[in-house]
């Protein structure tokens, strides 16, 4: 006969921290803590740093990232323009099928229109204000914040050879303002009231398509 002799479990043994020890781990989280919140705000301003200011109306944690989320979309927006450029430049001959098809009058290529003129267009979707000087624009488009709304003025506006070559973006709430450095392509003049009345219409036409 065998006897089956069972292996009796070890009891733990709770060991009892002293005070010193409770007090010890205790100042230790706190120190860690402290740091933690330490770096975490230096990694705040570092962050708001690199917006431009309209991004950030307050300086609390939320609205500093709420603005580096809206940032970074606006800068994909951008890229994404970019890259579209860059793809239309290599292949012109591409699908042209959303092109949008804008009435200008443009005048013959003169030395008299070396000076420097302004024009504006107003309407209830935005406020556009346009200077030219030789084949150089600054366009301003103030308007509501829309989806894609950058992205698709340019590609309009380099279909009438009007190369975006600078963007910059100012947002305050839901209103944007995009200020844009431009070179007139090709051999045909712009004048600042033509340009203006087509990015009036651009905006539309990116208006019209979304509603």
């Given at each position: 006969m065998f006897l089956a002799i069972g292996k009796g479990k070890r009891k733990r043994t709770r060991t009892m921290k002293t005070s010193e020890e409770v007090e010890s781990q205790r100042m230790t989280h706190i120190t860690v803590e402290r740091n933690r919140r330490k770096q975490m705000n230096e990694h705040l301003r570092a962050l708001r740093s690199l917006m431009p200011s309209s991004y950030v109306q307050r300086g609390d944690q939320a609205s500093?990232?709420?603005?580096?989320?809206?940032?970074?979309?606006?800068?994909?927006?951008?890229?994404?323009?970019?890259?579209?450029?860059?793809?239309?430049?290599?292949?012109?001959?591409?699908?042209?099928?959303?092109?949008?098809?804008?009435?200008?009058?443009?005048?013959?290529?003169?030395s008299t229109y070396e000076h420097e003129e302004s024009a504006e267009s107003k309407s209830c979707l935005a406020d556009i204000e346009v200077k030219v000087m030789g084949f150089d624009a600054l366009v301003k488009i103030l308007s509501r914040r829309r989806p894609g709304q950058l992205i698709r003025t340019i590609a309009a506006l380099e279909e009438l050879q009007l190369n975006v070559l600078h963007a910059n973006i100012t947002t305050v709430e839901q209103t944007v303002l995009y200020s844009l450095n431009i070179k007139i392509g090709g051999e045909m003049r712009f004048t600042a009231a033509d340009m203006a009345n087509s990015v009036q219409q651009i905006v539309g036409l990116i208006n019209a398509s979304m509603i």
């Open positions: 500093i990232i709420g603005g580096a989320i809206e940032f970074v979309r606006e800068l994909e927006q951008l890229l994404q323009c970019l890259e579209s450029q860059k793809r239309r430049r290599l292949y012109p001959e591409g699908d042209s099928s959303s092109s949008l098809m804008l009435p200008i009058s443009v005048k013959p290529n003169d």
